[in-house]
């Protein structure tokens, strides 16, 4: 095949490949480079023929003699912003480089927002759409690891799980979407008691849960006191300006020796419900 392929053929298929294509010859010098790559580059082909890589300008040494596979043009008042790919290969006949330059900037464009929706996705998978709290499956992730640490060191850990009353019935009193407005305020009450290393969250429709990391019992019970004040004191406005009082039921549990997730979290809802009766 190599045979059938004049010099004639082969230098007219280089000069008008649609992507850049250069040659350095095998003392490292730019012997030649297509009109793809002057345009590519924005360049003319004699600013860079005959150029050594300890001739030119750092810039150029780069990007023509020791090219990352991949690498970002940056944009100049001749050229806009550019993702290249570039491929490298010995000339067996001269001992020179053939170099091939292709632009990717749709197809990397393309790949960030691929990256951005995947990261997107998985926020949402972890987070309750109404609230933007973390959901149940992120509240059973985070509370795994800070149960194993407790197990490992000892150290102190609690949970409470907070269940509000009778949200269908305040729908029916106050009207459709009130529900969700009795939600988001408690959720951000719940957002301005805690610490930032406390992890708040929707664990149900109606119920939310807080983990607290170095948060012995009577600590956890002095916070679900304050809490009980707060939610007393919250009264959410209802569509047609009525004030909502609210009531909940609270469940509080710190880890003991030998705890799982499974038996902490069933001890603070066991004290949920002895509340609830």
Excluded at 64 to 93: G, K, M, Y
Excluded at 124 to 147: F, K, M, S, W, Y
């Amino acid at each position: 095949m190599d045979q059938l392929l004049s010099a004639g053929i082969a230098s007219e298929a280089l000069a008008h490949a649609p992507i850049g294509i250069l040659i350095l010859d095998k003392t490292g010098h730019v012997s030649w480079l297509n009109r793809a790559l002057e345009e590519l580059l924005s360049i003319k082909g004699d600013q860079l023929v005959g150029r050594s890589e300890t001739t030119v300008d750092p810039y150029w040494r780069n990007l023509v003699f020791a090219p990352e596979p991949t690498l970002l043009l940056e944009a100049t008042a001749a050229r806009p912003e550019r993702w290249l790919q570039i491929w490298r290969s010995t000339l067996r006949d001269t001992g020179g480089t053939l170099h091939y330059y292709a632009d990717i900037t749709d197809l990397q464009n393309t790949r960030e927002e691929r990256a951005r929706l995947s990261e997107e996705l998985a926020r949402h998978a972890t987070r309750d759409p109404l609230t933007g709290l973390p959901n149940r499956q992120a509240l059973l992730q985070g509370l795994e690891p800070l149960v194993s640490r407790s197990r490992r060191y000892h150290n102190p850990l609690s949970v409470i799980r907070l269940r509000l009353d009778n949200l269908p019935d305040i729908e029916a009193e106050y009207g459709a979407g009130t529900g969700d407005a009795v939600l988001t305020a408690v959720a951000q009450m719940l957002k301005d008691q805690t610490r930032w290393a406390d992890l708040v969250g929707r664990f149900d429709k109606d119920e939310f849960l807080l983990v607290l990391p170095e948060t012995n019992l009577d600590s956890a019970t002095q916070l679900l006191d304050k809490l009980r004040h707060r939610l007393a004191g919250l009264c959410p406005k209802s569509g047609d300006g009525r004030p909502i009082a609210l009531a909940a039921q609270f469940g509080v549990a710190g880890w003991h020796l030998g705890d799982d997730r499974a038996k902490l979290l069933r001890r603070a809802r066991e004290m949920l419900e002895q509340e609830t009766r």
